[in-house]
């Protein structure tokens, strides 16, 4: 007897890897069932197949005819920076009038700006505040998501937004695995003294973040703690990104990073060295780069929202990325600089224009490749026996429709841990 079965299925789109993320052509199969259903107990999948399957072996406590419409897996977020106070309206404008990022950060504003109001606001504050923004892509059906610091860039600022965080997983339907970025930009009272940074980074920051992982609720239920570092201009080195992500690997924290998504400083092969779960930009990754990728474990995460967001023509070379055989993962970078979106499906229609992904590879790119990519893949991603039910039912009976059409949502009902979120 399961607790709920989905029947009627008109499409079922699995996005069924086979116990790896999916690279190169891989990426095109989504594992479509027709006429399909789904049965689900304890918030897991118990079995998916035919309606007649399904209905024929199974029966349930509740059953919903989704009338012939689509459903997707839950859209996984790899890579944001939703935990901040106050907003970057002004930049906003500084941008469409010419200004350049990294400028803006070198003359103290930018990424620092955040820091300034962070670290001004109470953890109360900032709990209420990112929870709208986990309402938004809830909206837009991202069931799972990585969150980083960063804008703390001190000790007690960086822990206070772990502890946001972990007081969010608590209490918000979607599931969040952390990353520690104190890594992120040179704080104020270092400006000229990168290295004497990244001193306090490996010292002290990087040790008691650890601590603050092992007490915390994450490590009890083996969600995994990642190290970011932004490698770029104005940022972090080459040299000080290898300090940063060796000491941390030694620590035991798993590894992403930041890089290339400005200037080629050679952080994706040393990421790549080191092993990292994904490496994230990647819009000046060299070609060799992209064939030792491709050789790799380690995942390409493209941000096509960041392109979009600053008016950019020129996006990461996604086409190329998948083509090698590397494993792609997409994400929104959810941040109030250089990509405020919550929208995973925006995320999704702007790479099948603007970096040719077919719906099929954006959306195995926003979910199964997504999980693997924060070490959700054994458990999220995908509709599969065993997995998590994270599902979405689309208002529509085919599951293209949501890079077809942007701008707008078309899901007509959101499962999270096999409740409706509505019921949750
Ligand atoms: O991924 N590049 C660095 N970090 C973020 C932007 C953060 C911000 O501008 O506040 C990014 O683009
Ligand atoms: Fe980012």
């Known amino acids: 007897m399961a607790d709920l079965i989905i029947h009627n299925i008109g499409q079922l789109v699995t996005c069924a890897s086979t116990g790896k993320p999916k690279r190169g052509a891989m990426m095109q199969d989504v594992g479509i069932i027709t006429d399909a259903a789904v049965a689900i107990s304890e918030g897991l999948i118990e079995a998916v197949g035919t309606t007649d399957e399904i209905l024929g072996s199974f029966d349930a406590a509740k059953k919903i005819d989704a009338k012939g419409r689509a459903v997707i897996p839950g859209f996984v977020d ?52 990112s929870r709208k923004r986990l309402d938004k892509m809830l909206a837009c059906g991202t069931t799972v998501c990585e969150i980083k610091t960063g804008y703390g860039l001190d000790l007690e600022t960086e822990l206070k937004m772990l502890r946001v965080i972990e007081e969010l997983d608590k209490t918000h339907p979607i599931d969040i695995v952390p990353t ?133 023509t020129q996006f990461a070379n996604a086409r190329r990325l998948i083509d090698s055989g590397c494993a792609l993962a997409l994400s929104t970078d959810y941040n109030p600089g250089s990509a405020p979106c919550p929208s995973m499906p925006m995320a999704m229609a702007i790479s099948c224009r603007y970096q040719k992904l077919l719906p099929a590879e954006a959306l195995n790119a926003a979910t199964i490749n997504a999980a693997f990519s924060i070490g959700l893949g054994e458990t999220h991603g995908s509709i599969e026996e065993g997995k998590t039910a994270n599902l979405l039912m689309l208002d529509a009976v085919d599951y293209r429709l949501t890079m077809y059409e942007f701008g707008s949502q078309n899901i007509n009902a959101m499962f999270i841990r096999g409740k409706r979120y509505e019921d949750l």
């Open 78 to 129: 790899p890579h944001t920076h939703i935990v901040f106070a106050g907003d970057r309206l002004n930049e906003f404008e500084l941008k469409i009038k010419g200004a350049d990022y990294l400028e803006i950060l070198a003359a103290g504003g930018g990424i620092i700006s955040t820091v300034k109001n962070t670290r001004e606001a109470s953890l109360e504050q900032l709990v209420e505040e």
């Open 180 to 312: 520690f970025l104190a890594a992120h930009a040179v704080p104020p009272e270092f400006k000229g003294n990168t290295d004497g940074y990244v001193d306090l980074i490996c010292e002290e920051m990087l040790p008691k973040a650890w601590e603050w992982f092992v007490a915390s609720h994450f490590s009890t239920s083996k969600i995994p703690f990642y190290a970011d570092v932004f490698c770029e201009r104005n940022a972090f080195d080459l040299i000080q990104a290898e300090r940063v992500l060796t000491t941390a690997k030694e620590i035991g924290f798993k590894l992403r990073s930041h890089v290339d998504q400005f200037t080629n400083l050679g952080g994706s092969r040393l990421s790549i060295e080191l092993n990292a779960a994904s490496i994230d930009h990647l819009d000046a990754i060299s070609d060799e780069e992209i064939e030792i990728l491709a050789q790799s474990e380690t995942i390409g995460i493209v941000i096509p929202t960041e392109n979009f967001s600053a008016g950019k």
